[in-house]
């Protein structure tokens, strides 16, 4: 079978959803290639005795009237089929042993002055953090969009430290840790995470976070049926093996089962290293380029626990707990020797059935790569050192979180688990990282990866490019898609959606 499209888009996660959603909706003959059995990549939620897990992605910002994800969500025409949950006003908890429980707070006004009530002696500080987190957020807000530009000049902030932003605005070591608290967010590394991916993520939650009733799928369920109905065509267990390239051009998209489809441009929504692991050899790519992609590091995986709850036991927690094992947000890493998370973020699903209680909490934790050994391996049928790993992490995941939340234990029905190679299996990103490319604000050119590629129709999109979560992958998208449709053009009728 040859298929001719306008587009073809690698990879559904949310990026390449998206980019096919905008695409169609302008008009354009598209086709989405994805090698899992559904699209969505993390936003796939799969189903435990009768529960929908999520995968990935377990809150979202700029959801409130006037915010760009919701703006975003308008264009795309899919906003009245979300089933939304707004998060309470203290919407992220951030725990530190011996130290106390400090919220964030929805609103910029009343996260200042909450934290200014524990912290009087540096009211000053904390205004100076808010008003530069609300400028960078600001840089791609709605009325940028209306100006006819995506972006108005926040990313210069990608060569700025968060840590020594924070640092800088406030003195005292307990706010510090604070305001850092939620760095996993974004794969926080003190020495490395720029202020733009602080800002961003936090901006975005602090404007209007919320859940969705019933997982994550829904979202790339609902773009999935929007480029069907704009006369897309979505293609599962379809895994791209080879970009057919003659001089600068990708003149074909070869499939696993021998399919070809052609396209006047290609879009890689996934990984840049695999993306041009696809293209044999050519003089378009030097060798250099090839081995300064595939050295590029990676940010850190995720370990995940999941919690099935008995009925009627926990009441519904609507919001985010960021539990620590030192007062130092940033040493988050899973200690293998000891057998202990260095941090624990605990999730609750908002219920699909009785909204007053929790049957599904999610224990996710940040983990180093362990498992470069068991990369050849499928789901299972992983050897037992993984499945003993796998076990013996889960336990201590779930004894951290019970420490600070007793009468979880008592609670839990089954447990189940995802490491970084179940993560790799949706999203196809090397060693299962979590949050694509590690972004340097010491060297913030060497791991830029521009949307435009030495291919005059291959473009790239995804978290890789420049801000990681759901609002970094959608403006990465919007950015892609501009390439083809012009910048003016799409921002405009993003923000006049």
């Known amino acids: 079978m040859q298929g001719q499209f306008d587009i073809i888009v690698i990879g559904s996660g949310l990026g390449g959803l998206e980019c096919g959603a905008m695409l169609a909706r302008e008009g354009m003959g598209v086709c989405v290639a994805e090698q899992a059995a559904l699209p969505g990549g993390c936003l796939q939620s799969f189903s435990r005795r009768g529960h929908a897990i999520d995968t990935g992605m377990h809150y979202i910002g700029s959801m409130q009237a006037g915010g760009i994800m919701r703006r975003y969500f308008e264009y795309f025409g899919i906003l009245g089929s979300l089933r939304l949950r707004p998060l309470d006003e203290a919407f992220d908890v951030v725990s530190l042993p011996g130290a106390g429980d400090y919220a964030y707070m929805h609103g910029y006004e009343a996260f200042e002055k909450h934290l200014g009530e524990w912290f009087p002696h540096e009211k000053a500080?904390?205004?100076?953090?808010?008003?530069?987190?609300?400028?960078?957020g600001g840089s791609i807000g709605i009325g940028v969009h209306r100006t006819g530009r995506l972006s108005d000049g926040g990313?210069?902030?990608?060569?700025?430290?968060?840590?020594?932003?924070?640092?800088?605005?406030?003195?005292?070591?307990?706010?510090r840790n604070v305001l850092a608290g939620t760095n996993p967010l974004y794969g926080g590394v003190r020495e490395s995470s720029t202020l733009y991916h602080h800002a961003m993520v936090n901006h975005s939650n602090i404007e209007g976070a919320c859940r969705f009733t019933g997982g994550t799928q829904q979202i790339a369920d609902a773009l999935a049926a929007k480029i069907?109905?704009?006369?897309?065509?979505?293609?599962?267990?379809?895994?791209?093996?080879?970009?057919?390239?003659?001089?600068?051009?990708?003149?074909?998209?070869?499939l696993a089962d021998g399919r070809m489809l052609r396209a006047k441009t290609v879009i890689s929504a996934i990984h840049p290293a695999e993306t041009f692991r696809l293209i044999g050899p050519t003089p378009v790519i030097r060798k250099?380029?090839?081995e300064r992609i595939g050295s590029l590091p990676d940010s850190y995986g995720l370990f995940s626990a999941y919690l099935l709850l008995k009925p009627g036991r926990i009441p519904y927690i609507n919001r985010n707990l960021y539990y620590f094992a030192g007062k130092d947000v940033w040493k988050t890493l899973f200690d293998l020797e000891a057998m202990r998370p260095g941090m624990v973020l605990l999730s609750a699903q908002a219920p699909d059935g009785d909204p007053a209680w929790c049957d599904v909490v999610t224990l996710m934790t940040p983990v180093a790569r362990p498992w470069k050994a068991w990369e050849g391996s499928a789901p299972g049928r992983r050897p037992e050192a993984y499945t003993a790993l796998k076990a013996a992490m889960t336990q201590a995941t779930v004894d951290f979180a019970c420490a600070r939340l007793p009468e979880l234990r008592d609670a839990i029905a089954h447990t189940y688990a995802a490491t970084p190679l179940t993560y790799r299996h949706y999203t196809g990103a090397p060693h299962g990282a979590a949050y694509g490319l590690l972004k340097d604000w010491r060297s913030i050119m060497a791991s830029h990866i521009p949307a435009r590629t030495k291919f005059d129709n291959l473009l790239l999109t995804g978290q890789n490019l420049t801000v990681h979560g759901a609002i970094g992958v959608t403006l990465s998208a919007a950015a892609t898609c501009s390439e083809i449709v012009g910048t003016e053009y799409l921002a405009k009728k993003i923000a006049n959606a």
Request: hydrophobic residues 40%.
């Open 288 to 290: 250099a380029f090839r």
């Open 155 to 175: 990313t210069k902030y990608l060569g700025a430290p968060a840590a020594g932003f924070i640092g800088e605005c406030v003195a005292d070591p307990l706010l």
């Open 125 to 136: 500080g904390l205004g100076r953090y808010c008003a530069k987190l609300r400028e960078i």
């Open 228 to 254: 069907r109905e704009h006369g897309g065509t979505m293609l599962v267990r379809s895994r791209v093996v080879a970009l057919h390239t003659e001089g600068r051009r990708i003149t074909g998209v070869e």
